[in-house]
């Protein structure tokens, strides 16, 4: 009769710690599938990513120093983004951020902290610079509802809001804007 207490006892006792073990894998196994969640799936460094017209010509080039990409949030983070874009007057344009974001399916890029739009080729250099702004890569338009501020030769212009047409170089200032001229700056 003892014997049958003692197995009764050592069987209880071994369910009992398979019991333990089992529920101490599952949550290992959650806390590994949560951490993978957020967890980036790819990583590069130096991206470039040109984009050319039905013609063949380069019309964008995208660059930036590192990019992540989130497939639990379907996002992809750029480090240093650079984009380089020609208008219709082959008018080179580049806009350069500290980061930038890219929605999974989505043409809008959003770019953020020291965001700075410049004409390249041209002496008489435009730039604009702004805190964010949204770029559509697809149409090659960019705005923003922040504040702005213009440079361009002896003229300055600030505003609240913007939306800047790359290919048609047009420029449209949503409200407070104001303008300077300085007839002695060079």
């Known amino acids: ?108 890029l959003t770019l953020s902290d020291n965001v700075e739009v410049r004409t390249v080729d041209r002496r008489d250099a435009i730039v604009i610079t702004t805190s964010e702004l949204h770029y559509d890569i697809e149409q090659q338009v960019a705005h923003t509802e922040q504040p702005v501020r213009i440079d361009h030769m002896r003229i300055q212009i600030s505003a609240v809001g913007m939306t800047l047409d790359l290919k048609r170089q047009r420029m449209r200032f949503h409200q407070e804007v104001n303008t300077q001229y300085d007839p002695t700056n060079q």
């Open 1 to 108: 009769m003892r014997k049958r207490y003692l197995l009764l006892l050592l069987t209880l006792i071994f369910g009992a710690a398979l019991l333990a073990v089992d529920r101490y894998t599952a949550s290992w196994e959650q806390s590994t599938s949560e951490r993978n969640i957020n967890e980036p799936d790819y990583y590069g460094d130096g991206l470039i990513s040109d984009r050319f017209d039905a013609n063949g010509k380069r019309v964008q080039r995208l660059q930036a120093h590192s990019s992540v990409h989130y497939p639990a949030t379907r996002h992809t983070e750029f480090q240093r983004p650079l984009i380089t874009a020609l208008d219709q007057q082959s008018t080179t344009w580049q806009i350069q951020a500290a980061s930038g974001v890219l929605s999974d399916g989505e043409q809008q």
